[in-house]
Each structure stands twice: as structure tokens, then as C-alpha cells.
């Protein structure tokens, strides 16, 4: 068991073989989880379109070559495995072929392409995140406080008193203040 990573998109524990430093992985889980749709037959033969280009891809037991479009890759019958109706392939060559290097930690058991770039999962996302993008353009970030655009010419008065009358002498010694304030013109207006 292996765990296979693309990037930071998706990840998934494959049953794997090794031989020497070679992870074998299975191509038909692999390419399920990098969205590639692909067909297996009992002889041991892989085909699928990559997108965009619809580019065939083929790998099969019989032959040395690997080939995506014009691009081939030589591997050796010793490093592919035809078991239980899956075919296993050695990691790196695989993404030598999709033109997206993947590296194999032995001490981790971990098999990861960094930059699954090529792949249908990684366009999906990148669609996505595009599409989120532009909804939520022109939209104010979350938590921001928005405020109208027209203001109006008179809004709200406010009248303020006091009255001070001492109990000795309740006329001549009493004092008062009186304000009035409003919202004037998009300032503010005190009397």
C-alpha cells in the first residue's frame, strides 16, 4: 500500500509493487482520481484522452512504449505488471509520459506528482476557482461594512436642554443652556 498524491488536490492509498526503486502503481485507480477516463482489456492494454488536445494515450503490456500523442517513453516489460485485471505501472515513467515528474519516498510510502497541472482534476479545480472568481467580483468582502451611496439633505434633529434652579434662589441664581444639532447636507449643523 502506497499512498498517491496530486499535488495538494487529491490524495488516495493504491495498492502498489515495488521493484527495486520503482513503485508500480495501478494506472486504472490512478487515472480514476486524475479524472482521465480510460479503458483496461484483459490483454493488458490501457487507452485514454487526455484533455484538452484529445490526445490518445496508450500503454500496453505487450509493447516497450508508452506513448501520450507523439511523446514516448520506453519501459520495460520487468516493470509492468498485468494482476487481477489491473495494470501496474512504475510511477516515474508514468510521469515522465504526462510530462509531470512524480517522485517516489520509500520511507514515507508516498508517491507524489507536485504540479498534477496536466491533468483533468487539476483543470476542474483551476475552472472552479475561476468561476469563483468572477461571481464574487464587484461583491464586498465579507464582514465589510457598506455604506449608501446617496445621503439625504435633512436627517434627524436633536434638541438638548439643561435647567439649573437652586433652592435658595430659584430666579436669579438659575441658569439654563439649550442646543440644536441636525444632519445637514451630508455634514452636521449645531445651534
Same mark, same amino acid.
Given at each position: ?8 488536490? +487529491? @490524495? =488516495? ?23 482521465? =477516463? ?34 514516448? +517513453?520506453?519501459?520495460?516489460? =520487468? ?25 517516489? /519516498? ?35 468582502? @465579507? ?25 435658595? @434662589? ?7 443652556? +439649550?442646543?440644536?444639532?441636525? /444632519? ?8
Amino acid at each position: 500500500m502506497i499512498e498517491v498524491r496530486l499535488g495538494r488536490i +487529491v @490524495a =488516495r492509498t493504491l495498492e502498489a509493487y515495488r521493484v527495486g526503486d520503482e513503485a508500480l502503481i495501478p494506472l486504472s485507480q490512478f487515472f480514476d482520481m486524475a479524472g482521465v =477516463r480510460s479503458t483496461l482489456s484483459p490483454a493488458g492494454r490501457l487507452e485514454a484522452t487526455l484533455q484538452p488536445g484529445s490526445l490518445p494515450l496508450v500503454i500496453d503490456l505487450a509493447h516497450d512504449a508508452a506513448t501520450l500523442g507523439r511523446r514516448r +517513453v520506453i519501459v520495460p516489460a =520487468r516493470l509492468k505488471l498485468l494482476t487481477n485485471g489491473e495494470l501496474f505501472f512504475p510511477a516515474s515513467r508514468l510521469g515522465e509520459l504526462l510530462d509531470a515528474p512524480m517522485y517516489t /519516498d520509500w520511507s514515507d510510502l508516498v508517491v507524489v506528482m507536485r504540479d498534477p497541472s496536466p491533468l483533468p482534476v487539476a483543470q476542474a479545480l483551476r475552472r472552479r476557482a475561476a468561476r469563483l472568481a468572477l461571481s464574487t467580483q464587484g461583491e464586498a468582502p @465579507a464582514g465589510a461594512i457598506r455604506m449608501p451611496l446617496e445621503r439625504r439633505r435633512w436627517d434627524g434633529f436633536v434638541v438638548d436642554y439643561s435647567l439649573l434652579a437652586p433652592s435658595s @434662589a430659584p430666579i436669579g441664581g438659575s441658569s439654563y443652556a +439649550v442646543q440644536a444639532g441636525a /444632519d445637514l447636507m451630508g455634514g452636521s449643523l449645531e445651534l
